[in-house]
T-cell receptor, first 108, second 113 residues
Framework: KNEVEQSPQNLTAQEGEFITINCSYS?????LHWLQQHPGGGIVSLFM???GKKKHGRLIATINIQEKHSSLHITASHPRDSAVYIC??????????FGTGTSLTVIP | DTAVSQTPKYLVTQMGNDKSIKCEQN?????MYWYKQDSKKFLKIMFS???????INETVPNRFSPKSPDKAHLNLHINSLELGDSAVYFC????????????FGPGTRLTVT
């Protein structure tokens, strides 16, 4: 069983829809990342969280440490948001674990 | 002014060859990493170097050897390439005591034929 589980694996949405991607993990963490990987392959770090909530533009990331769960929300989705979103956690021993990613397609 | 750079971006080579992928970061970070992303898009850490010392070595074949000439560079050398080595390899770096804050390179797509 993977230490980091994401859902859904694939997601198709209409432009403008509100999108939620979920991440659950089983290890004690020092930080959680949300990463974005576009079809071209490059990886961009969207958020790093250790508690609470962060917002950047139309993206919001939340984390509940007690429940070992994080969500990434995209408001007013746009076709350019189409990408793979990866949840990754850094445990208290500085070991990194990655989720398998959520492939998002936003249709105009 | 690229923060983490990798060369080459694409590498196509035959089985049995030896190849290297270079990584450089200009962020002054102490720790650098190599990750492998397989065909199923799953990222897995391979190595971590902290100020030129290896601190993580996952169950990676010893055909893979990281080489760090200085704090800003972490190169990945692969001997006797196999078909299963085909993947995208990402380099990353993080500041001292903030290993959770990682900056990724653009990736190197390796294809072994």
């Amino acid at each position: 069983k993977n230490e980091v589980e994401q859902s859904p694996q694939n997601l198709t949405a209409q432009e403008g829809e509100f999108i939620t991607i979920n991440c659950s993990y089983s290890v004690g963490i020092s930080a959680l990342h949300w990463l974005q990987q576009h079809p071209g392959g490059g990886i961009v770090s969207l958020f790093m969280l250790s508690s609470g909530k962060k917002k950047h533009g139309r993206l919001i990331a939340t984390i509940n440490i007690q429940e070992k769960h994080s969500s990434l929300h995209i408001t007013a989705s746009h076709p350019r948001d189409s990408a793979v979103y990866i949840c990754a956690v850094c445990d208290t021993g500085n070991q990194f674990y990655f989720g398998t990613g959520t492939s998002l397609t936003v249709i105009p | 002014d690229t923060a983490v750079s990798q060369t080459p971006k694409y590498l196509v080579t035959q089985m049995g060859n030896d190849k290297s992928i270079k990584c450089e970061q200009n962020l002054g970070h102490d720790t650098m990493y190599w990750y492998k992303q397989d065909s199923k898009k799953f990222l897995k850490i391979m190595f971590s170097y902290n100020n030129k010392e290896l601190i993580i070595n996952e169950t990676v074949p010893n055909r893979f050897s990281p080489k760090s000439p200085d704090k800003a560079h972490l190169n990945l050398h692969i001997n006797s390439l196999e078909l299963g080595d085909s993947a995208v390899y990402f380099c990353a770096s993080s500041p001292r005591d903030r290993e959770g804050e990682q900056y990724f390179g653009p990736g190197t797509r390796l294809t072994v034929t």
